[in-house]
């Protein structure tokens, strides 16, 4: 299996919460990421956490890790068209070169 | 502008031709990253330059893929004898610094070049 896995897509009304999950198999990653990406542009760091947090809170972005599970999860409230983008998880063991998901594709629609 | 910009945006090259992808990062970030998202895939590591240090190549799929930095100014990304297999978004990042402390060496991210081998 791939090292970060990611459901392909999502889809949410708009208002709602979005809910993007992520799994990884490295027991020793250090650092995780959530970037966003929107068309033709490039990836945009949104928030990361670090491997001995459980959770982070940045306005609407809540990001939950749990460690057992090596399941990572990042929440949007309130979630608007202009969220609709690719959203990647990564992850860090340390090194300098993370390891990007293959993305979720979040699809807001009025 | 002050974020990393890549040229060209999109390239339709055919089968066999070489090319030559650029990128110009953010100007004093030391490290600059080479990536390659094929549709529907993930970001695939290809090279990693840090200052004068040698580069990181151990992404690079084939000999046909070389990179080249001059100092920490821009960077070329070459592709010889071009396969269907690589077309893709190549990406470009740089970042002030290799990844050791991520509240500070963030990476920012080109919004890449489209390569079309026909």
């Known amino acids: 299996g791939e090292d970060v896995e990611q459901s392909l897509f999502l889809s949410v009304r708009e208002g709602d919460s979005s809910v993007i999950n992520c799994t990884y198999t490295d027991s020793s990653s250090t650092y995780l990421y959530w970037y966003k990406q929107e068309p033709g542009a490039g990836l945009q760091l949104l928030t990361y956490i670090f491997s001995n947090m459980d959770m982070k809170q940045d306005q609407r972005l809540t990001v939950l890790l749990n460690k057992k599970d090596k399941h990572l999860s990042l929440r949007i409230a309130d979630t608007q068209t202009g969220d609709s983008a690719i959203y990647f998880c990564a992850e860090t063991r340390g090194s300098y070169i993370p390891t990007f998901g293959r993305g979720t594709s979040l699809i807001v629609h009025p | 502008g002050a974020g990393v910009s890549q040229s060209p945006s999109n390239k339709v090259t055919e089968k066999g031709k070489d090319v030559e992808l650029r990128c110009d990062p953010i100007?004093?970030?030391?490290?600059l990253y080479w990536y390659r998202q094929r549709l529907g895939q993930g970001l695939e590591f290809l090279i990693y330059?840090?200052?004068?240090?040698?580069?990181?190549k151990s992404g690079l799929p084939s000999d046909r893929f070389s990179a080249e930095r001059t100092g920490e100014s821009v960077s070329t990304l070459t592709i010889q004898r071009t396969q269907q297999e690589d077309s893709a978004v190549y990406l470009c990042?740089?970042?002030?610094?290799?990844?050791?402390?991520?509240?500070?060496?963030?990476?920012?991210f080109g919004p890449g070049t489209r390569l079309t081998v026909l």
């Open positions: 990042a740089s970042s002030l610094a290799p990844l050791a402390d991520v509240s500070t060496d963030t990476q920012y």
């Open positions: 330059f840090q200052g004068n240090s040698a580069p990181d």
């Open positions: 100007s004093g970030h030391t490290a």
